[in-house]
């Protein structure tokens, strides 16, 4: 910790720090912070504001050169995000690109990472179903892998506890493979799918289920997404785009102002954490080493509780 000067080491230390502001680091900044913690979350990549970075969110097709679509020169470029159905003209800046960060298969993986202040949440297709006692007594059940040392009635809380927050719109299904929770008003079946409904139910009878999927779209906002600035969703489907309503859940649009109106967030793009910082004596880990990208500078930051 060669660069830990006594006059700004107060400046470096947080409660908590957290690595990545995708999803889970979001998540994890707004409970932290809400409970009173100075957290500090480091982020890779660039910033990318709610509203303010979505640069293609209401570009019309005639307005982006390619009409959505991705050249033959990106796709030998970048082999691997373009296996994404998402990938497209339009969203390709909120995915890294293969060309800059090659990575090695040992096996064939399609790694697709969004480098940004707000990860994958941006562009994940927002599908949202909860597993059930089935999926979490599989392991032990069947005799594969490791059982897992929780079962679902105690994740259930939280799950509602997530739900409630981030807007799931979905059906009470009843299903005991697939649980109801928390949700705002489901989606309705459109006609093609409606009509394959009635036929598998026809010929199967109703052990088929053919449901609307829950997802993180607020159908009906209650008021905790209102605070949070979000809208009801427009049903456009340009949603990779990033969405100027907060009409579906990401960090950039929920968690992360959530956790910034607190008062105890600092965000940090341009971070790249290098490693975490070990205290042999104390045997815990006690901060992290930064690459900050934009200058080079190598720096420590400390923290009081590590997750
Ligand atoms: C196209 C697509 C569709 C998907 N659809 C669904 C879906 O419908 N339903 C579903 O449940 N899941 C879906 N997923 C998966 C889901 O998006 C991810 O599981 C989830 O977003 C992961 O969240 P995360 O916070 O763990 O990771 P990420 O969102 O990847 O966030 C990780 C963050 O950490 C940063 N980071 C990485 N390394 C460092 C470092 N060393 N230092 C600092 N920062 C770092 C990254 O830049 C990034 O911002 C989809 C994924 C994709 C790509
Ligand atoms: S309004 Fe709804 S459908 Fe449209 S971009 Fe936003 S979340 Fe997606």
């Known amino acids: 910790m060669a660069n830990i000067v006594g006059d700004t080491v107060k400046a470096r230390t947080f409660d908590a720090i957290?690595?990545?502001?995708?999803?889970s680091g979001g998540w994890a900044a707004k409970e932290l912070t809400e409970k009173g913690l100075k957290t500090l979350v480091l982020e890779r990549g660039r910033d990318v504001a709610h509203i303010k970075d979505y640069p293609t969110t209401n570009l019309y097709p005639y307005e982006l050169e390619h009409r959505g679509e991705i050249t033959y020169a990106d796709k030998q470029a970048n082999p691997i995000a373009n296996r994404c159905y998402a990938y497209k003209e339009d969203t390709k800046h909120f995915f890294?690109?293969?060309?800059?960060?090659?990575?090695?298969?040992?096996?064939?993986?399609?790694?697709?990472?969004?480098?940004?202040?707000?990860?994958?949440?941006?562009?994940?297709?927002?599908?949202?179903?909860?597993?059930?006692?089935?999926?979490?007594?599989?392991?032990?059940?069947?005799?594969?892998?490791?059982?897992?040392?929780?079962?679902?009635?105690?994740?259930?809380?939280?799950?509602?506890?997530?739900?409630?927050?981030?807007?799931?719109?979905?059906?009470?299904?009843?299903?005991?493979?697939?649980?109801?929770?928390?949700?705002l008003p489901g989606y309705p079946l459109n006609a093609v799918e409606d009509y394959f409904q009635k036929t598998v139910h026809q010929?199967?009878?109703?052990?088929?289920?053919?449901?609307?999927?829950?997802?993180?779209?607020?159908?009906?906002?209650?008021?905790?997404?209102?605070?949070?600035?979000?809208?009801?969703?427009?049903?456009?489907?340009?949603?990779?785009?990033?969405c100027p309503f907060g009409g579906y859940f990401s960090s950039n649009s929920s968690t992360l102002p959530w956790a910034m109106k607190t008062g105890n967030l600092t965000l940090r793009p341009f971070s790249t954490v290098h490693s975490i910082l070990y205290d042999q004596d104390q045997q815990k880990a006690i901060g992290v080493k930064v690459i900050d990208t934009d200058s080079g500078e190598e720096i420590d930051f400390l923290q009081r509780l590590f997750l």
């Open 18 to 23: 957290v690595i990545g502001s995708g999803a």
């Open 96 to 183: 890294a690109s293969d060309e800059e960060h090659p990575y090695i298969q040992e096996k064939e993986f399609d790694w697709i990472r969004g480098y940004q202040v707000g990860g994958k949440s941006l562009i994940w297709a927002r599908q949202t179903q909860r597993w059930s006692q089935y999926d979490f007594e599989g392991p032990a059940r069947d005799g594969f892998a490791v059982d897992w040392p929780i079962r679902y009635a105690d994740i259930a809380p939280w799950y509602d506890h997530v739900e409630r927050f981030v807007g799931i719109a979905g059906n009470k299904d009843g299903l005991d493979t697939l649980p109801d929770g928390e949700f």
């Open 203 to 242: 010929h199967y009878g109703k052990q088929r289920h053919i449901i609307s999927a829950r997802c993180a779209h607020l159908s009906e906002p209650k008021a905790i997404h209102i605070e949070q600035g979000r809208v009801k969703c427009q049903n456009r489907v340009l949603c990779q785009r990033g």
